[in-house]
């Protein structure tokens, strides 16, 4: 079931779908559940609010920005926040903030664990609204037995209530003698895999399985990656933690690479490179003509343009390199070496070490 809550699923795009693409997932989808469709099913109806909810969000590049930093709970965050700037706190997650450089909750930006101790008085959290807001946490207080809470940043914001409710606060309770401290912010390392493809999985894009914590997951692999290359699946590793998949590329027996560029030897010949004509050459995309000219000298090299490597961030393919290795016959009669002699007399090549 989907979470109506989670306005990118709602809309079925991704976290980084551009303005245009929400638009247009709203359309169709809006047209889809329109209550006019489908008279008297509350179920499309209550769809056809999600959707609208969803698109009033994530379409206004103001709500969207504080919807992706602090999740589903972004409007009660606002507010929150603009009552402690009006009183002068600063903001937790900005420069000079007890969290900066940190997400805030899970945010996009997640793989961060906040931890904190609570003596366990449920009549008490203004200390936890002063870690959030900038004022020094902490300080004297009798402990009753405490508790511990963790939260874990994998790409859902965790609610205000769900983290007192957690640290054992009675939420709507005020008042009491208990204190809650900000114990540390602990970033969680991402948990690696690697997976070996071949130079035509590279220039096509392909998906392998990857199995992680007794789970099975289908990673796919953009065209253009090279070695080293780095996938991340931003909180799919155990305990929500980003896995980051690393590409090794296979060498491949025809072809060398050098960043976006490929090389290869192409033999040919002695008639071809002799009397010159029109050659075929192996590519990733498949076969294609290189014209020789006669005379074409052993180790030349001829640049195909765009039959390289795809580039991961997009733009021009690289190119094709290819190098000729003239191939010279091994077994003459004698009558092919009496002709060869006949020929080298009348060609009058130079002495090439003069």
Not at 6 to 15: E, N
Not at 85 to 114: E, I, K, L, Q
Not at 177 to 183: D, K, S, V
Not at 233 to 242: A, E, I
């Amino acid at each position: 079931m989907v979470d109506v809550r989670d306005y990118y699923a709602v809309l079925g795009v991704p976290r980084t779908a551009s303005a245009a693409d929400i638009k247009k997932a709203f359309r169709k989808l809006a047209r889809e559940h329109h209550p006019d469709k489908k008279p008297g099913d509350k179920a499309a109806e209550q769809r056809f609010k999600d959707i609208n909810e969803a698109n009033e969000v994530l379409s206004d590049p103001d709500k969207r920005a504080k919807y992706d930093r602090f999740g589903k709970d972004w409007e009660a965050y606002a507010r929150a926040g603009a009552g402690a700037r009006s009183a002068g706190a600063t903001d937790p997650f900005g420069p000079g903030g007890p969290f900066a450089g940190y997400s805030t909750f899970g945010g996009p930006g997640g793989n961060v664990r906040y931890e904190f101790h609570t003596t366990g008085d449920p009549g008490q959290f203004s200390d936890f609204f002063r870690m959030m807001f900038g004022d020094e946490a902490g300080g004297a207080g009798r402990s009753t037995g405490g508790r511990t809470f963790r939260a874990s940043g994998s790409g859902a914001a965790t609610s205000i209530d769900d983290l007192l409710s957690g640290m054992g606060v009675d939420t709507s309770a005020r008042g009491g003698g208990g204190r809650a401290t900000h114990r540390n912010a602990q970033v969680l390392l991402p948990v690696e895999a690697t997976a070996e493809i071949s130079l035509e999985e590279a220039f096509h894009g392909t998906s392998r399985i990857v199995e992680i914590g007794g789970r099975r997951l289908e990673v796919t692999i953009p065209r253009g990656v090279d070695t080293g290359s780095r996938v991340r699946l931003s909180g799919k590793g155990p305990d929500g933690r980003d896995l980051v998949v690393v590409i090794r590329v296979a060498p491949h027996g025809a072809f060398t690479r050098r960043g976006a560029d490929l090389e290869r030897e192409l033999p040919v010949t002695l008639r071809e490179a002799l009397l010159g004509g029109e050659v075929p050459v192996g590519t990733l995309k498949g076969r294609v003509l290189l014209t020789l000219p006669a005379g074409t000298q052993n180790g030349k090299p001829f640049r195909l343009t765009g039959q390289g490597m795809p580039r991961l961030k997009g733009g021009a393919a690289g190119d094709l390199y290819v190098r000729i290795r003239v191939v010279l016959p091994t077994h003459l009669s004698d009558e092919a070496r009496d002709a060869a002699g006949r020929f080298l007399d009348l060609a009058h090549q130079p002495d090439p070490r003069a």
